[in-house]
């Protein structure tokens, strides 16, 4: 079982940047990918990043050429650095761990946290 905490949401303004960091009780070495959801109220949880382990990325439309994820496994660590962010980026952030393919969804999960980008 594995933990995951976020951390560095916040409030900022548009074209601004934030760093969210994700980090895990244990070892994420054999975990074999990462990634991070967003969700804003009565819509679904939506893709925003994702790396195996493996280091290939992938990225939802909404943020492709201004987020870029990051994992640091010596830290048991993965980043999410935002950019130019914008107010629809505003929503609660969530690091999840551990693809399964059989459920076709991430096992593990942190609890979120907040991003709110002013106008």
């Known amino acids: 079982q594995v933990q995951l905490v976020e951390s560095g949401g916040g409030l900022v303004e548009a074209g601004g940047s934030l760093r969210l960091s994700c980090t895990a009780s244990?070892?994420?070495?054999?975990?074999?990918?990462m990634g991070w959801y967003r969700q804003v109220p009565e819509k679904e949880r939506e893709l925003v990043a994702a790396?195996?382990?493996?280091?290939?990325?992938t990225y939802g439309d909404a943020v492709k050429g201004r987020f870029t994820i990051s994992r640091d496994n010596a830290k048991n660590m993965v980043f999410l650095q935002m950019n130019y962010l914008k107010p629809e980026d505003t929503a609660v952030y969530f690091c999840?761990?551990?693809?399964?393919?059989?459920?076709?969804?991430?096992?593990?999960w942190g609890q979120g946290t907040q991003v709110t980008v002013s106008s």
């Open positions: 999840a761990g551990q693809w399964d393919f059989g459920r076709r969804n991430f096992l593990y």
């Open positions: 244990g070892s994420i070495v054999d975990i074999n990918a």
């Open positions: 790396i195996s382990d493996s280091d290939t990325s």
